[in-house]
């Protein structure tokens, strides 16, 4: 009776040590980390399709999106801070709602343009520097299957799919990759948009292959983000799987464990 009793006891033990380690991830979870699955390449290379990372949420204070108790505002945030310009951020979709992430590269009252696939900023262009080709293998990636878009366009399957990649430089000195597919592309040259009081301008790191703030929200573009839709900013993938799902541990990238987002 004894043992069966010190068996049910240790049952009961380990049952509320996994009850309390859930509710405490639930609560971390809740408050500070989100964790993001990248479904798409339009930040290629900063982030890969694949990549498993989690989002500062309190990086930009609470919203209604970034904070679920009662305490949050039904609109605009609590301990508000600014983001800069070079963050990667994810944001709530202003019509459809979707979770996406992007580089923030225009704050409230600036000028945003893109000329010959050249971003200005208040009517200064951004530095660019050249840095060689961005290359993967032509196949289906992540768990839609989808491939990659490349600017040697045919390729066959397995062959090298290349895109060039520049060194862009914001006028706060942040710098990041950005890849291109094609010249004189649909997004490549835009009107000066001119980012309003409360609102961001976010763009892709891969320039031909992310829908984004240069589209308007009418034809199923980001637009103008409020602050209040900002969830928080990815700093850190944690690791990554270049298969169709994060349990097939042999298609892991070992070089992405703990991989900083930032170009240093």
């Not at 009850?19 to 993001?36: D, E, M």
């Not at 990248?38 to 990549?51: A, H, N, R, V």
């Not at 990815?234 to 990238?253: E, H, I, P, Q, Y």
């Not at 070992?254 to 930032?262: A, E, G, K, Q, T």
Request: hydrophobic letters at 40%; a negative charge; proline letters at 6%.
């Amino acid at each position: 009776m004894a043992a069966t009793a010190e068996k049910k006891d240790g049952i009961w033990e380990t049952v509320k040590t996994v009850f309390w380690a859930l509710v405490i991830a639930g609560v971390f979870r809740t408050l500070f980390f989100q964790p993001f699955w990248i479904p798409s390449g339009s930040m290629k290379e900063t982030l890969l399709i694949g990549d498993f990372l989690f989002v500062n949420k309190w990086a930009y204070g609470y919203s209604r999106y970034s904070c679920p108790f009662a305490i949050c505002p039904i609109s605009g945030r609590i301990f508000a801070s600014m983001p800069e310009r070079g963050d990667i951020v994810v944001f709530r979709h202003p019509v459809s709602g979707d979770d996406l992430i992007k580089r923030l590269v225009g704050l409230p009252g600036d000028r945003i343009q893109v000329r010959e696939g050249v971003l200005y900023i208040n009517d200064e262009a951004v530095q660019l520097e050249d840095a060689g080709d961005f290359a993967e293998t032509y196949e289906r990636q992540g768990s839609a299957g989808q491939y990659p878009r490349c600017e040697n366009a045919p390729v066959g399957q397995g062959g090298d799919c290349l895109k060039g990649r520049q060194i862009e430089t914001l006028p706060n000195g942040v710098s990041h990759y950005i890849l291109n597919i094609e010249d004189n592309g649909f997004a490549d040259n835009t009107p000066v948009f001119t980012v309003p009081e409360g609102h961001f301008f976010f763009m892709g790191d891969n320039r031909d292959n992310s829908v984004d703030s240069r589209f308007p929200q009418a034809t199923g573009g980001v637009g103008f983000v409020p602050f209040e839709n900002l969830i928080g900013r990815a700093d850190r993938v944690m690791f990554s799987s270049a298969g169709t799902s994060m349990l097939a541990f042999w298609t892991w990238r070992p070089d992405r464990f703990f991989h900083s987002l930032r170009l240093d």
